[in-house]
């Protein structure tokens, strides 16, 4: 069984520019849920999509987008990027999403922006 | 806001003895709480979680408690072994609610000393 993937590791973006960063849920997962992990703090969740569509999102701005494709997978994009946006971005796949179901966690892409 | 705290930022203890991880939270809707363990490099590893409706669960070395007057909740670990240390996190959620969104604590770093 596979586990959750993310791509690519490391990332170093200039302000101003955009970022796709991508997510493989495990085998069986219908639930992809995305968070960013600034330095010193916990995960703070972004979106989640459940079955190609968002379900639920946080305190992030609209430049913050996210898509779930067919298999499952998704991606998280990132427009007009901030100095702030540098952080751990971490996805986590479910087998769906209601709460009681555990969120199995990536190893995240860290991305720096200068 | 910082819905769920953990006030503790590091916790050392000895090899052997009983590590304890404690965290707040102020929001009575969350009803479902969970422990991630997390190593450098690598995602938050699912540990442990409790519902509501309980006010202790074990699961081999680690046991989780519940105070819902309090709003507090405790990860009891024991005995402690030095590949315990990391970074333990807290999370909180409203489980009925149909998005699994996590809110986090900062985390405590555990260090167990051989």
């Known amino acids: 069984e596979t586990g959750v993937t993310q791509s690519p590791t490391h990332l170093i973006k200039t302000r101003g520019q955009q970022v796709t960063l991508r997510c493989s849920s495990q085998?069986?997962?219908?639930?992809v849920s995305w968070y960013q992990q600034a330095l010193g703090q916990g995960p703070q969740f972004i979106f989640q999509?459940?079955?190609?569509?968002?379900?639920g999102r946080g305190n992030f701005p609209p430049r913050f987008s996210g898509l779930q494709f067919p298999n499952y997978s998704s991606e998280l994009n990132v427009n007009a990027l901030e100095l702030d946006d540098s952080a751990l971005y971490l996805c986590?796949?479910?087998?769906?999403?209601?709460?009681?179901?555990?969120?199995?966690f990536g190893a995240g892409t860290r991305l720096s922006v200068l | 806001d910082q819905q769920v705290k953990q006030n503790s930022p590091s916790l050392s203890v000895q090899e052997g003895r009983i590590s304890i991880l404690n965290c707040d939270y102020t929001?009575?809707?969350?009803?479902?709480f969970l422990w991630y363990k997390k190593y450098p490099a690598e995602g938050p590893t699912f540990l442990i979680s409790?519902?509501?409706?309980?006010d202790k669960n074990e699961d081999g070395r680690f046991t989780v408690f519940l105070n819902k007057s309090a709003k507090h909740l405790s990860l009891h670990i024991v005995p402690s072994q030095p590949g315990d240390s990391a970074v333990y996190f807290c999370?909180?959620?409203?489980?009925?609610?149909?998005?699994?969104?996590?809110?986090f604590g900062q985390g405590t770093t555990l260090q167990v000393k051989p």
């Open positions: 986590a796949s479910s087998l769906d999403s209601l709460a009681k179901n555990i969120q199995y």
């Open positions: 085998s069986g997962h219908n639930t």
């Open positions: 999509y459940y079955r190609e569509e968002e379900n």
């Open positions: 929001n009575s809707m969350f009803d479902y």
């Open positions: 409790i519902s509501s409706i309980k």
């Open positions: 999370a909180a959620s409203r489980g009925s609610g149909n998005t699994g969104k996590l809110i």
